[in-house]
């Protein structure tokens, strides 16, 4: 894979997930990434040891960095990290919000030093906003964003998404803003400021069931697996298995209850004619598919999904994704020895990315000392 972002220099004052799922992607397209830790480590070192005695998070989001650890109130620990500052073309940072500014290494103050400096600030909250000093972690924000109210099924109340999707989300778009801003840079000659908070990725993604509830006046409901905009849309019994089908047009509908249920008459009922009708009556439509589907063989349908294009999948255990058909994993290296990961999605020029090692906690100190520290 092209390392389309060597040379570029990314100096991280992070830690959890969020900063470090954004610059793992910088790291894997090839840029040198400094992450700076604290003399105990970034804490996400500690959040579990099932990667061969090493934490999940950590393995999965740290690869290709340098670790250096750094003491920013002491002297020559700044005048390090300035010296790094000098170089870079990015400055990324997660702290609790206003320590940076206190460290003198806030963004208007790095701008006005390093007009080419990219800076990226990521807080839970947007600046300008009352919560804005709040610390703010994963899953306080799915909860305050309304995320969880949607999430599980009404007998269940409101759930986490099984994942920390406001912090990947939320790197996902630090990572797309700082491309953005190279790119612009490439133009202009000019760095760029960059702030996300956590609630407003949250936010963006919530905009279907908040224009459902400010315009439609519908809270929108809990549904497990079940699609709240689409029907039939979900999990049904077949004789011998479960299985996920998603219908997603006019056309796949009478497909579906023709050829695949064999019922001319649903296909013709007018009170399914559209998929504004077959949501609004979810309950009937999945009775009447359920009753069609549950004596069939699971091999039976699934062959006739196939044969008419029809979208559907199985409910997978974590531990039936380790094992699944699809999914390709890559070795990364680990101070514990390599450790098997999902691999990353994209694929260039029929590659996927190289998998860069691991760091140790403070692995970097002597190199980066000696490359950028007093005296140097």
């Known amino acids: 894979m092209t390392d389309a972002l060597e040379g570029i220099l990314v100096i991280a004052l992070e ?10 992607k910088l790291a894997d397209a090839g840029a040198r990434v400094i992450k700076l830790e604290r003399l105990e480590g970034d804490f996400a070192r500690g959040y579990d040891d099932y990667a061969k005695g090493l934490s ?6 740290n690869r290709g960095k340098e670790s250096c650890r750094v003491d920013l109130k002491q002297d020559d ?3 390090m990290v300035e010296a790094m500052l000098g170089e870079a073309d990015i400055f990324i940072q997660n702290l609790a919000p206003g320590a940076t500014t206190r460290l003198g290494l806030g963004a208007a103050e790095l ?20 919560h804005h000093t709040r610390k703010a972690y994963d899953l306080l924000v799915q909860a305050e964003s309304g995320l969880a109210a949607i999430t599980g099924t009404q007998d269940s109340g409101p759930s986490r998404i099984g994942i920390s999707i406001a912090d990947i989300a939320t790197g996902q778009a630090a990572y797309a803003a700082i491309l953005e801003a190279l790119l612009r840079r490439a133009k202009t000659g000019e760095g760029s400021a960059i702030q996300l908070s956590l609630f407003d990725t949250l936010g ?17 409901p809990r549904l497990g697996l079940a699609h709240p905009s689409i029907a039939p849309y979900g999990v049904f019994a077949t004789a011998d298995g479960n299985l996920l089908v998603s219908i997603q047009s006019e056309r796949e509908w009478q497909i579906f209850a023709r050829e695949v249920l064999g019922s001319t008459a649903l296909a013709e009922d007018a009170r399914f004619a559209t998929n504004v009708l077959r949501v609004r009556q979810r309950e009937v439509v999945d009775a009447q598919v359920q009753a069609l589907l549950a004596q069939r063989p699971f091999a039976d349908v699934t062959a006739a999904l196939d044969r008419y294009a029809i979208a559907y999948g199985t409910v997978s255990s974590v531990g039936d994704l380790i094992t699944h058909p699809a999914a390709t994993t890559l070795p990364v290296d680990t101070p514990s020895g390599p450790v098997e990961v999902l691999a990353p999605p994209v694929i260039v020029d029929g590659q996927r990315v ?11 100190d002597d190199a980066l000392r000696a490359e950028f520290g007093i005296g140097r």
């Open 204 to 220: 963006e993604l919530m905009n279907v069931p908040y224009l459902t509830r400010r315009y439609g006046g519908i809270e929108p």
């Open 111 to 130: 701008r006005a030093r390093y007009p080419r400096l990219i800076t990226c600030d990521v807080s839970g909250y947007a600046p300008g906003t009352p």
């Open 77 to 79: 620990d700044r005048a």
């Open 354 to 364: 190289r998998m860069r090692p691991v760091p140790t906690l403070g692995q970097h």
């Open 56 to 61: 999940s998070y950590f393995v999965w989001l």
């Open 15 to 24: 830690q959890a997930v969020a900063v470090p799922s954004a610059t793992c």
